[in-house]
Structures are given as structure tokens and as C-alpha cells.
């Protein structure tokens, strides 16, 4: 049975977590961690890292990116893999991600959605013909009114897929109300809309000449990203440092 601690484990995509977690047979929630101890769990849940002495094999994290560092140094001090699926992260954050993934395993997602992920070759698969051939690129993100980040980790994820596919020419632009020109042909246009309860919709937009291809995503309900998360972590659980992503869950 594998042992899993849910970082943020009082947060909407913690409770949903747990839920998933409690339905399967070879994983178990035996902490939780957050401040804010409103819940009522199946599982002990204190308010830090620091004060749970529970052993574990996984750690799995969606809270906010301002708790991601102490995380970190949790999870390489008692060698515990981590699941990160926290978006919004600095690149100071990122590039202590990967040097942590030198001592313990790390999985980072943008997204944990099975959907999503097979998106992401999709389009990079497109930008080779479509970019390639002239095509203008948009990217248009949909989410709730109380997400922090934007434009959305996801977003960004598939603008870099495109990108790597194209050499890394591209640039990203956010928003064009503060320049008035045609927009330039090695661009990416990232743009973010944020209200009412939206789980999550993202359009990657190839415009070309008297054409347009859309490849869109609709996330109906957060379980399809616990279910990711679940995943995830019975995936990393034991395995050698390194840096992991869900290509890696998927490929398994």
C-alpha cells in the first residue's frame, strides 16, 4: 500500500483528491497539511510540513506556489518523491524544482489531465506543419474567478509545446491594448478570461489564410485532475531521483 501526504489537503482540489484517493486500493491518504484545519478527514492532517511525523512514500501538492520552497526542502530532507501541481511558480522556483529532482524524485504538470496532456502533442505535432506554412498561433484560456495565476500554467505549457516544436522562435504576448501594430508572425498571443465557476477551457487557435484550426479542451469537474494526481503519485512513488512529468505516467 502506498503511503500518500496531501499538501493543501483543506483547498477545493484537496477535498477532491482525498475523494479519489479513498476509492482506490493501493493508495492511501495518511496526512494531510494545511493551516486552515476546517475539515473534517479520514486522515490526521496538521498545520506544516514540519509538525507531521508521519511516514510516507508520495507527497502530492496542490496549494499555492508561495508554500512550494518549504515543500521542496520537506521532501529532500526526508527523501519523500513529490507530486507538484501547483501552477503560478517564479523561475527561481523552477530552477529549485529541478536542482531538488537531483536528490529525490519530482513530478511537475502544468495540468494533470490525461486530456490535456495528449493536447499538448497535438499541437506541437500541428505547429510543425501549420506554423511552418504560415499559420498564425492564439491561445485563449478559460478559468474560475477565484484562480490566481495567469495566464494559466496550462496555457503556458502548450504555448512551450508549440515552441519547442518550432525551435524556440516564438515569442508570447499578453495582451496588444498598449501597442497599436499588425501582430508579428513569430508570435504566440496568450490571452486569459477569468469568472463565474469555469473548471478550465483552453483553445489553441492555428489562423491561416481563409482557414482556421481549433483544438479545444473543456475540463467539466476538478476530478479529472485529482484522477491525474492519483496517478501521478502511485507512479512516482519509489522511484529514483530525476525530474518527471505526466508523459512519464502516461508512457507507464
Do not use: W
Not at 477535498?15 to 493508495?27: C, D, K
Not at 496588444?176 to 508579428?184: A, E, L, T
Amino acid at each position: 500500500m502506498i503511503r500518500m501526504i496531501m499538501h493543501g489537503c483543506n483547498g477545493a482540489m484537496g477535498q477532491v483528491v482525498s475523494q479519489i484517493a479513498a476509492e482506490e486500493t493501493n493508495i492511501t491518504i495518511v496526512a494531510g497539511i494545511d493551516p486552515h484545519d476546517t475539515m473534517q478527514n479520514r486522515y490526521p492532517v496538521f498545520p506544516s510540513l514540519e509538525a507531521c511525523g508521519v511516514e510516507a512514500d508520495v507527497i502530492v501538492d496542490f496549494t499555492s506556489s508561495k508554500a512550494v520552497d518549504s515543500l521542496l526542502d520537506y521532501s529532500v530532507k526526508k527523501r519523500i518523491p513529490v507530486v507538484v501541481c501547483t501552477t503560478g511558480l517564479s523561475d527561481e522556483q523552477i530552477k529549485k524544482l529541478e536542482e531538488a529532482s537531483g536528490h529525490v524524485a519530482v513530478l511537475r504538470s502544468a495540468n494533470m489531465s490525461l486530456g490535456v496532456n495528449l493536447l499538448m502533442k497535438l499541437v506541437k505535432e500541428a505547429a510543425q506543419v501549420l506554423a511552418a506554412s504560415g499559420f498564425d498561433i492564439e491561445i485563449l484560456e478559460k478559468h474560475h474567478n477565484k484562480k490566481l495565476d495567469s495566464p494559466s500554467g496550462t496555457a503556458l505549457a502548450l504555448a512551450d509545446s508549440i515552441n519547442e516544436a518550432m525551435d524556440q522562435e516564438y515569442h508570447y504576448v499578453y495582451d496588444r491594448s498598449q501597442v497599436r501594430k499588425p501582430r508579428d508572425k513569430k508570435e504566440i498571443g496568450i490571452q486569459s478570461v477569468r469568472g463565474g465557476t469555469i473548471v478550465g477551457e483552453h483553445d489553441v487557435i492555428f489562423a491561416g489564410t481563409d482557414e482556421i484550426i481549433t483544438f479545444h479542451h473543456t475540463a467539466y469537474s476538478k476530478a479529472i485532475f485529482a484522477k491525474g494526481a492519483v496517478s501521478a503519485a502511485k507512479f512516482l512513488a519509489g522511484k529514483a531521483p530525476g525530474l518527471y512529468t505526466m508523459k512519464d505516467v502516461i508512457k507507464s
